[in-house]
Structure formats: structure tokens, C-alpha cells
């Protein structure tokens, strides 16, 4: 590895600095699972990795453009806090969670651009307090029974029209009739609430280092949280007819993952089309937003 633009060499193969990068946190978030008594906790790491594997996809250029390099300083740093987690979770033998990834994350940064490149990772390196933080909030505010009992509705109206004979009431809906009948209820959790300030701020956090008018903002932000709120209606959609047609077991399992996957997907459009709409500043490089100035572009004749 040589000067600013690391790279490694394994026989006729090269692997660059932001490869690398990549690699390095792939080993340091599997690394738990060889750790006796550790481990993962299999929800928050699939969290944790689709939302850096939506965010590498749309960032990838600018990783690519980075230019900074981790101190020694800002290495041992980064080292010795992703060695604590490990330390800590063999010790009290627990699982690595949403805010160990986090840490884990935020010191292969450290280790690999320095703290200065936070300009650039401060999105993924605060989602999982985003989420924290939408946990807390939905714990802290009353249960909107109301809301149960609208989308318990919805949803058995759903399933009627798909040809599943569904009746609710209040938030729980049974699907079918006699010994084949299933009740599922529409706890407070699936109202999403959480899931949609966590996923509705995710969608807009990285559109705020563009500095857009507020004119301009205002608009794309309503986008993100309606946006997440339809995807959790579909979520819900989506469980009901596993329940149905595949089964409890299956039920479950897309109950946990298929709300994730489907507000991943929705971010990914969501970015994709408010980069566009926003657009970029003009006469400014991509690389200078990265470093953090911007630059004239140099007119030739």
C-alpha cells in the first residue's frame, strides 16, 4: 500500500483503497460470528447491511473520489473501539447489535479516511442512532388504536379482494372461516410508526449535505415519509397473503426481513429520483462536495 491510494496486490490481482474498504468491514462485521459466545443479531445485521450496501450503491463515486487517509492516531482509534465491542460482547456473551455495528462501521472509517471523511459517512454512521431514536419515540408516544383498527380494515379488505375471505375487527383480522381460520393482529409495531420515521429520515438525511432551498426540500421530505408509510402498507399486504398461502413459519420470517427489504428498495428509488430532482450545484465537481470546498471548474477554450 503506497501514499494516498492504497492497494493490494494478491498475484496478478489488485485490489483498490475503497475495495479494501469494503472488504475490511465485511471481515470485521462477520468477524462476531468465529467469536465464542458472540455471534450477531441476525435482524439489526441484515438492517445494518442492506441499508450500507443501498447507500455504497448511490455513494459509490464519491468513496471512489476520496482522497484522505487515517492517522496513526485515528487508526488506533478505530482499532481499539472495534476491538472493545468484541471484547465487551465475549464477556458478557451477547450478541453484536444495531449500535455495535455502528460503532464497528464508524472505526473502519476512522481507521481507513480518518475523521474528516465523516462529511461523507455521516449518513450511515448516524442511521443506526435514527433508528434507536424511532424506537424510542414510538415507545414514548400512546398507541394509536385508531390506526390499528384502519389498517386492520385495510388489510382484511385486501385479502377480500384477492379472493381470501377476510373479517376484521377491531385491529384483528381472521382470514377464512372454521378450522382453517387464522387471526393475525395488527399490533402497534405494525403500524410502522418506527419504521417510518427511521426509514423516512434515512431516505432525506442524505439529501440535507446538498443544501437545497427549502422551496425545493419541503417537497422531497413529504415524498420520504408518505413514501415510507405506503411501502409499510404493502409490507403488511405482502405478510398477510405469506400467511395464507405459505404458511405460519414463512409468515414469520417475512414479517421480520420483508419490511426491511421493501423500505430499502424504497430508498433506493426515493434517492434516486431526488438526486435528480434536486441536481448538483452547479460549476462544482462531485469530488469537491466529497472533499468539502468547492471548486471552480476550469473553462477550456
Given at each position: 500500500?503506497?501514499?494516498?491510494?492504497?492497494?493490494?496486490?494478491?498475484?496478478?490481482?489488485?485490489?483498490?483503497?475503497?475495495?479494501?474498504?469494503?472488504?475490511?468491514?465485511?471481515?470485521?462485521?462477520?468477524?462476531?460470528?468465529?467469536?465464542?459466545?458472540?455471534?450477531?443479531?441476525?435482524?439489526?445485521?441484515?438492517?445494518?447491511?442492506?441499508?450500507?450496501?443501498?447507500?455504497?450503491?448511490?455513494?459509490?463515486?464519491?468513496?471512489?473520489?476520496?482522497?484522505?487517509?487515517?492517522?496513526?492516531?485515528?487508526?488506533?482509534?478505530?482499532?481499539?473501539?472495534?476491538?472493545?465491542?468484541?471484547?465487551?460482547?465475549?464477556?458478557?456473551?451477547?450478541?453484536?447489535?444495531?449500535?455495535?455495528?455502528?460503532?464497528?462501521?464508524?472505526?473502519?472509517?476512522?481507521?481507513?479516511y480518518g475523521i474528516k471523511s465523516f462529511r461523507l459517512f455521516w449518513v450511515p454512521a448516524t442511521y443506526g442512532l435514527v433508528l434507536i431514536l424511532g424506537?424510542?419515540?414510538?415507545?414514548?408516544?400512546?398507541?394509536?388504536?385508531?390506526?390499528?383498527?384502519?389498517?386492520?380494515?385495510?388489510?382484511?379488505?385486501?385479502?377480500?379482494?384477492?379472493?381470501?375471505?377476510?373479517?376484521?375487527?377491531?385491529?384483528?383480522?381472521?382470514?377464512?372461516?372454521?378450522?382453517?381460520a387464522l387471526a393475525l393482529d395488527v399490533e402497534g409495531d405494525c403500524t410502522g410508526l418506527q419504521g417510518i420515521l427511521a426509514f423516512g429520515m434515512l431516505?432525506?438525511?442524505?439529501?440535507?449535505?446538498?443544501?437545497?432551498?427549502?422551496?425545493?426540500?419541503?417537497?422531497?421530505?413529504?415524498?420520504?415519509?408518505?413514501?415510507?408509510?405506503?411501502?409499510?402498507?404493502?409490507?403488511?399486504?405482502?405478510?398477510?397473503?405469506?400467511?395464507?398461502?405459505?404458511?405460519?413459519?414463512?409468515?414469520?420470517?417475512?414479517?421480520?426481513?420483508?419490511?426491511?427489504?421493501?423500505?430499502?428498495?424504497?430508498?433506493?428509488?426515493?434517492?434516486?429520483?431526488?438526486?435528480?430532482?434536486?441536481?448538483?450545484?452547479?460549476?462544482?465537481r462531485p469530488e469537491a462536495l466529497v472533499q468539502g470546498g468547492p471548486v471552480p471548474t476550469v473553462k477550456r477554450s
Open positions: 500500500m503506497e501514499g494516498d491510494s492504497w492497494s493490494l496486490k494478491l498475484g496478478p490481482l489488485t485490489i483498490d483503497k475503497p475495495r479494501l474498504f469494503i472488504l475490511a468491514i465485511t471481515a470485521a462485521y462477520l468477524l462476531p460470528l468465529a467469536i465464542p459466545g458472540v455471534g450477531l443479531d441476525d435482524p439489526y445485521f441484515f438492517i445494518m447491511v442492506l441499508v450500507l450496501a443501498a447507500w455504497f450503491i448511490i455513494k459509490w463515486g464519491s468513496v471512489k473520489a476520496l482522497q484522505s487517509r487515517g492517522r496513526y492516531w485515528e487508526v488506533a482509534i478505530g482499532l481499539v473501539a472495534i476491538g472493545a465491542v468484541y471484547a465487551y460482547k465475549a464477556v458478557i456473551h451477547a450478541t453484536v447489535g444495531l449500535l455495535d455495528l455502528l460503532v464497528i462501521f464508524s472505526g473502519v472509517v476512522l481507521a481507513f424506537y424510542q419515540l414510538e415507545s414514548s408516544i400512546p398507541n394509536y388504536v385508531a390506526l390499528q383498527d384502519w389498517m386492520a380494515g385495510l388489510m382484511a379488505a385486501s385479502m377480500n379482494a384477492i379472493g381470501v375471505t377476510a373479517v376484521s375487527s377491531g385491529h384483528i383480522v381472521v382470514l377464512n372461516s372454521g378450522s382453517n431516505s432525506t438525511m442524505a439529501l440535507l449535505d446538498m443544501k437545497p432551498r427549502l422551496s425545493r426540500l419541503v417537497p422531497i421530505f413529504a415524498i420520504g415519509f408518505i413514501g415510507a408509510f405506503l411501502i409499510n402498507i404493502l409490507r403488511l399486504i405482502l405478510v398477510f397473503i405469506t400467511f395464507e398461502f405459505l404458511g405460519v413459519a414463512m409468515g414469520d420470517a417475512v414479517h421480520v426481513y420483508a419490511g426491511y427489504t421493501l423500505f430499502i428498495v424504497w430508498v433506493l428509488i426515493f434517492w434516486a429520483f431526488a438526486f435528480r430532482y434536486l441536481g448538483k450545484p452547479a460549476n462544482v
